[in-house]
């Protein structure tokens, strides 16, 4: 029996529902991020979040390099910042946070105003793994907003669940 290829596992994955994050990072004309739909709560006790960042991305070397970053849930109305954030149309680096509010909360990493929930994080540890690093997040302080829904990606398209 041969293990399937990346093509066929990728395929079967858009058969997951993936609640789309976004991961800011770095500062000034190094400031970008990535969205991603492998995040999740690691601990509670410490406040640990886990998510998968894909070695080749333009944001990888900057985790280690800022030892912090932003991690937003989107919610029902951030499409427009998943694409941005997704490189849709060549956006690159600090270009990505125009036409979103920011803000930051202890170690100075962005947070989107008006997401679900938003986290703001210490790097607690990077484990790599195949083509990916597992990005582990240490919680220094938390901003939620109640009803704003989420943002959803299944089966190649994004998604909205209203609240």
């Known amino acids: 029996m041969t293990e399937p ?12 529902v993936g609640h789309c994050s976004l991961i800011t990072v770095g500062e000034g004309d190094e400031a970008t ?11 509670a006790e410490p406040p640990l979040l886990l998510a998968c960042v894909n070695r080749s991305a333009s944001s990888h ?14 919610g029902a109305v951030h499409q427009p910042v998943a694409e941005r954030f997704s490189g849709f149309g060549g956006v690159r680096g600090p270009a ?8 930051t909360a202890v170690t100075g990493a962005r947070l989107l105003k008006g997401a679900p929930a938003a986290f703001d994080c210490t790097l607690e540890e990077m484990i790599d793994r195949a083509t990916h690093s597992i990005l582990i997040g240490r919680v220094r302080a938390i ?6 829904g989420a943002l959803l990606y299944w089966n190649g398209a994004y998604r909205v669940m209203e609240s």
């Open 5 to 16: 290829d990346g093509k066929v596992f990728r395929d079967a994955m858009r058969g997951f």
């Open 33 to 43: 991020g990535l969205v991603v739909t492998s995040a999740t709560s690691l601990s």
């Open 61 to 74: 070397p900057l985790f280690a390099r800022y030892g912090h970053f932003g991690w937003s849930a989107l």
């Open 96 to 103: 990505r946070y125009e036409g979103a509010e920011w803000e």
């Open 143 to 148: 901003r939620t907003t109640a009803g704003a």
